[in-house]
Every structure is written in C-alpha cells, then in structure tokens.
C-alpha cells in the first residue's frame, strides 16, 4: 500500500492545511500546534464550530500537533481508516479526541492497535457530571490511558482537562 503526504499549506497563522492518501483513500485535514501528534475525531453531524470545539482546539493546538480530518468514513470503516491515516500522516502513534459519535469506533482501534493509541478522550454528553473530576472520569495511570469528559460546562474548563490529561496529567 502506498503512501502519500501533500505539503501542508498555510491558510492562517499556525493553521495549515493538507491531504493525505492512504491507499484508496485521500482525506483532507488541518493542522495547528507542534508537539506529540492529537486527532481530533468528531460525527458527521457534529459542528466543529461550537465554542465548546472551538476552546478544544485552541487548547490542544497550543500545546500538541492537532490534526483534524475533515471528514472521515463511516464508523464501519473508522478502524482501519485511522491506521491508514495515521501512516500517511507519517505517525506510529498518536492520542486521539473523539466525540460520542465515533468513540466506540476509535475504543475498537485503539483495542485491535494498542501500540497506535497514546492516550484516548471521549466526549460525551452522558459522561456523569463528577466535581472533584473537572466533570471528567478515567483512569488516568494505565498503560491506555481514558479519559471521559462531559461536553457541557465551561468550554474552557474542559478543555484544560483534556489538555492536563493529553499530557500525562
């Protein structure tokens, strides 16, 4: 299987854009940030555009290497997609942020791959809302660490959490 890079291009200060082919398969992306590599995984029909989005990817994209697929396959295909992503981007292994829409996707990757998953985040908005846990439960110590996070509350709050946990705290 082949696979291909394009050159990232520019489109704002510190946000750049690109495509990747994995095999049969081309997906566009944006990138900001440097560091360990994080996706960014949302459902079709979640709107990236929320301020409660917008907080997550400022966060992470200040401190990691923030790569978020434009659009990726079903759910059905999600697993193998992200190895395949994942080699065009150039990455053994990354940790991944994805909403309730694609999280038991990115769980049975992160099962059948393990040595692809860095740390996991799932966003869900049945996560319990737990006070002394920044609205956030996990185990945090494993060697695959998740981290479940309520998408309510402060965006910004949650997304330090995220953050803090991204980076082994």
Known sequence: MSYDA??????????????VRAGATVTS?????AGNPVLLLLGPDEDIATPFWLAI??????????????????????GGWLGTFLDGLGVDAASFVADEKVGVAVIGFALLAPDRVSRLVLVSNGCPDVPDLDGSIGDRKSTHPLLVVRAQGDPEAVAASVVRFLAGG
């Open 29 to 33: 992306y944006e990138r900001t940030g």
């Open 6 to 19: 394009f050159g990232e291009i520019p489109v704002r200060t510190g946000t750049f854009r690109a495509v």
């Open 57 to 78: 990817r400022r966060a992470i994209g200040a401190q990691f290497r923030l790569v978020v697929p434009d659009a990726g396959p079903t759910t059905g295909d999600l």
